[in-house]
């Protein structure tokens, strides 16, 4: 599968060295915002050796048109801004290149304009798309169904300048159809990102527990989603929507 | 829903206080190997004010046909010994009462006799009837089945006097293919018990943790269990079998 | 050693289990409120075979007087309630016999009755009597001095029906100088009781936790309170001045 | 304090950054074993905008005299080789240069050079020198004097790669003097380095738990170290030393 990847932040750069590393796919080139770096090799510059993947373009050099002719991908990572996709979605659409993106927040008439996308590809949007994250998130919706009396808490803890409460702390507790009362946050030191779903039972207790090492961890999510989207049709997707097969035991 | 407990040990003592709290079941009857506290109220003995409920049968007390004519149940819960349910099985199951038995380990002749009596009844048998537990082991399966890359490694806490491995961390270790050495056992002063299966992903970590705070977890095991068997057929179940609906999201 | 304890509610019965149990004292009584189970063994009460220790006596059975003249003890373990110490007091700290007390609050004029008594002899009061938690304590407090630069927070989990923030939770929070904010509570089904402190480190993270598994860790402390101060004079103590000995390393 | 650093591999590149950030430290030079990156700026290579500090030279540039001539410092912290201090260590002991030795293992003759030249300076040789693991493990000897009938046990937790038992968790075991059998080592995904010192009590559990974020966390201890030999005289220290004094409370 050949990828094209847009954005090259501290997650961007993360998520371009697993995809390097990944014998499942071609990552093509990488569209950044600023022209630093133009045209060195990806891999050169994340200390890689594989001269034949990666050229660094800048957002302004292509238009997205001849960009997606000259070098054509199958999927599109989009880990850069909420602006992008306005860009590149028709073109790539068009092209049913498959969409991935995990911008943190859209407004609302992007998600429009995406969902407008996935009549002609497969779209896949999720603002955490670490696979750990989203089982918890499913393991948990099925524990409380199994067990609706138990008392259920989150406990979040993220680097102490992190200052707004967990986005993915709120989407557990929406799913869970949890009070914000619910989720603790706890603001200490350098901790990465930890969260913990307690499950309190009368006479035990379960806890499900996420802990981010570093940004790879998006990689390996967004390369789950391109592949997986391979086998899907056109359509709107969530991460979700591709572990939910993996749930269904019999 | 009218049950009748075989055994009155720890753990039969934890299970006939929770089905006595419990407003779907009726707790008929106890039967207990020993004739101490012979005919003595259940509820009276545990400290429960509930005249109506539970009264204490010596094993040899009653023809076990003739204690199902005149007490009659719904359901048997097991926490005795691995011999009881060849007393009572037969006669059980001839009456389509349903059987749930939570005896650790059977011989393979007794068994078979279990398999044959779910021809004319439901019957469950679970080494660990806890919800927990059960849910954990399914959990780490489909978490196996998505990420099939990560390594997984079982540490279980017990009491310092509990000798062997734990059956639980045996049972998991088997579920998800793994090597014993994958078990590490802590034995500590006076922990209850506890299991952990975790999950490492390159960069992040997934950890399911089940912690036990008393034998009263047993009961509402034994409880899910009989109450889940009302809706089904003939047949041998496990915990396992009871919760895989639960699972099945779409 | 020869002990005598008041109270004998669920704290009360679990200590006495202790010092049933301890080659190091003898219990010779309890003193309860209520007159039920009066001059019973405690040893048959709580199912241990010990014939020569512990009876029960009602609290208004005796003037302490000739409780103390009949039945001498060398340290009195006080599990009772705030107004206790008022009766036995006076007639203990005049036969130098040592207070063990760990009632959770004491009105201000109980607190200076209590100082005035350990001018006659050594006298301990602790809201939290566990060696754990106040281990706990004074490890944080040192670390806090190595590393003032760190982030500091506190979870407790307890049962779902405890309503109020952890009294330790809230002397752990004084001890570091932390705001109250820096408790997160967490409120889930049957959890005895943990205190988790968190020094969140630039670059590392360092977690202090203690987690109750039954009502006995309280005997130990007091046990361990009582055995401590025989070598003690008169004066007031709390745990945290029988465990500073323990932390001067050289 | 001017320091001088040796080695500029993956703990050193780490060490680098933290003594360029702090503003108790000016780092002088790097001196690393290839010529790569000669006579630039260590500021510049990490990407931090700091003209006026550290210049890295290539270990075969300078005679150690004259580069300590030349470019004199307070303090040199090695996170090199088990060869450097023998180049270095006898100019910098006549210099009176505080040396900060992180290597993890030297041939005994090495030992007894450092302690030789400690005769003339100050210096601290410490195979983990983060502070939250030698606090941890001052925090355990204490606990265990405590209460020396407690079980104690050791979870490691690393990433899968790597192969042998931790040496922070040999010497957690052998300062605690337990059974190397104490020690579970858990290999998973890329978990960077979790130590946990379980104490079982009969009745609770105290945990002491040390979780390595970054290599950076060597930085802080190594700074840590050379700011806290500023105020002690010529000698051999090691990280316990530096921390004792912290532990006595009164």
């Known amino acids: 599968m050949r990828v094209g990847l ?3 932040g501290k997650a961007g750069k993360a998520v371009a060295t697993i995809l390097l590393q990944s014998p499942d796919v071609h990552l093509c080139w990488v569209v950044r915002k600023s022209n630093v770096l133009q045209h060195r090799s990806v891999p050169e ?11 660094i373009f800048s957002k302004d050099e292509w238009p997205v048109q001849q960009l997606l002719d000259e070098h054509p991908v199958d999927a599109i990572i989009d880990f850069s801004s909420a602006e992008a996709v306005l860009a590149y979605g028709a073109e790539a659409a068009k092209r049913e290149v498959t969409i991935v993106t995990a911008i943190s927040a859209y407004p609302p008439e992007t998600v ?10 497969a ?12 089982f918890m998130i499913l393991a948990g919706k ?7 009396y138990t008392d259920i808490e989150i ?12 986005g993915t702390a709120r989407i557990i507790a929406e799913t869970l159809s949890l009070d914000e009362m619910s989720i603790k946050s706890v603001r200490a030191g350098g901790i990465i990102g930890k969260h913990e779903i307690i499950f309190g039972f009368p006479y035990q207790t379960v806890r499900l527990i996420h802990e981010s090492i570093t940004r790879e961890a998006f990689g390996n999510g967004a390369l789950f989603a391109a592949l997986s989207l391979m086998d899907r049709g056109k359509g709107l997707y969530s991460m979700e929507d591709l572990l939910i097969p993996y749930f269904n035991l019999r």
Chains 1, 2, 3, 4 share one sequence.
């Not at 429009?112 to 590809?121: A, E, G, M």
């Not at 779209?123 to 670490?130: D, E």
């Not at 099925?142 to 609706?148: C, Q, R, V």
């Open 6 to 8: 847009f954005g090259f």
């Open 45 to 55: 510059f994340l200390g890689i050796v594989d001269e034949e993947q990666g050229v």
């Open 112 to 121: 429009d304009f995406i969902k407008n996308l996935s009549r002609q590809t």
């Open 123 to 134: 779209a896949l949007w999720s603002p955490n798309i670490t696979i750990g994250v989203n």
């Open 142 to 148: 099925i524990l409380k169904s199994i067990a609706p």
């Open 155 to 166: 406990i979040e803890e993220h680097f102490k300048t992190k200052k707004e409460v967990s």
